[in-house]
């Protein structure tokens, strides 16, 4: 068999790849606030007026901001196209001077193409049809621009939170929390990241991230060989290093070197 003809070989180290995560939760839990609590270059690719919210005085990192609404970029279609010929260009690039690439939110963005096709279309409302489109149109994009953590970005979804009504199969219906994304799009978008993270608070008011599905959240965690990632991870306000703590964590468990 000629391997080299196909680049298979064997894996002795395993390549410095980035990892992908998708955060989501309630409007106003703080999610794109967490943005403060890593180091390095950051970039944000912003629908969210996240932006209001970041601290550009934090000597420890150096936030850039793509928005994709300007003074000329207003309209659903034009936003949404916008997010799609970024996310080409920073796929297209042989190396990203950022070592994360967040995009604020992807519920929004989501729902720009939504309106965009259901303009075009010259409906009064969404159809199934329309929802469908725009659903695939969304995982279509969230796939491509995945592949930036082969150069080593770690990439960083934003969502809001949506309720769901699903039967078991007794026939019992209950609840599910999960990204607010379209239909199938959200499972979809749940196996393209490694982590999918729920932004909780509890009777206490102690906010927290969980990485463990249960019956009412849908979370994800995607552990290495040999290696477990905690189930839960406390996101206190006044923490400036919360998902730098995280990043590095994963960052041991690939070498590793996990405490």
Not at 218 to 246: H, M, N, V, W
Request: with cysteine; proline share 3%; glycine share 8%.
């Amino acid at each position: 068999m000629d391997n080299n003809n196909w680049g298979i070989k064997r894996i002795d180290v395993l390549p410095p790849k980035g990892r992908t995560l998708l955060l989501y939760g309630q409007a106003g839990r703080g999610k794109t606030t967490l943005i403060n609590t890593l180091k390095g270059k950051i970039l944000l690719v912003n629908i969210d007026c996240g932006e209001q919210v970041l601290n550009i005085n934090n000597a420890k990192n150096e936030i850039f901001v793509m928005n994709l609404v300007t003074n000329e970029i207003v309209t659903p279609h034009d936003v949404f196209k916008r997010f799609v010929d970024f996310s080409d260009y920073l796929v297209k690039q042989v190396s990203l001077p950022w070592g994360y690439v967040i995009v604020d939110n992807i519920s929004l963005i989501e729902n720009s193409s939504l309106v965009s096709i259901t303009n075009r279309r010259n409906i009064k409302s969404p159809d199934q049809n329309a929802y469908g489109e725009a659903g695939f149109a969304m995982l279509d994009v969230l796939s491509t621009l995945r592949n930036i953590t082969f150069k080593g970005v770690n990439l960083i979804y934003i969502a809001w939170e949506k309720t769901e009504k699903i039967s078991d199969f007794g026939g019992e219906v209950h609840s599910e929390k999960g990204p607010m994304l379209i239909g199938q799009t959200q499972l979809k978008a749940n196996g393209l990241v490694d982590f999918l993270g729920a932004l909780r608070v509890d009777k206490k008011g102690t906010r927290y991230l969980q990485f463990d599905s249960d019956s009412k959240y849908s979370a994800k965690k995607r552990e290495e060989y040999g290696k477990t990632y905690p189930s839960i991870i406390e996101c206190p306000k006044d923490s400036d290093s919360t998902l730098q703590d995280f990043f590095d964590l994963i960052s041991r468990a690939r070498t590793g070197h996990v405490d």
